[in-house]
């Protein structure tokens, strides 16, 4: 597995078992061709300009809203994105083709 994928999930595993913020959060992790991180909060800028900017090898940006998390990593031929969802979401998409009511 290469380095993009098995960090994105690490990094996932960790904004997951954190995401009892109740302000959304943004976070970029920018990984230097040197191993140097350097982390941005809240910048708004594009991944692709920041990690271009740094001269990140790996970038990785962190979306936390509530309970719901998304990670994004890119490197230069490669992406993954990898999302959660809020428990009401997963049951609204788990019961949608359950019968609301039972005629007899």
Avoid: K, W
């Avoid at 960790?14 to 970029?28: D, F, G, H, R």
């Amino acid at each position: 597995m290469s380095d993009l994928f098995s960090n994105a999930g690490r990094i996932f595993e960790t904004a997951t078992a954190a995401a009892t913020a109740q302000a959304p959060s943004e976070l970029a992790i920018l990984i230097g061709h040197d191993g140097a991180i350097h982390l941005v909060a809240d910048s708004g800028r594009p991944l692709d300009s920041l990690a271009s900017h740094h001269g990140a090898r790996l970038s990785y940006r962190v979306l936390r809203n509530g309970d719901r998390v998304r990670v994004e990593g890119r490197s230069f031929n490669q992406s993954c994105l990898l999302e959660s969802e809020t428990s009401a979401a997963f049951a609204r998409r788990l019961l949608a083709d359950q019968p609301r009511y039972r005629l007899e």
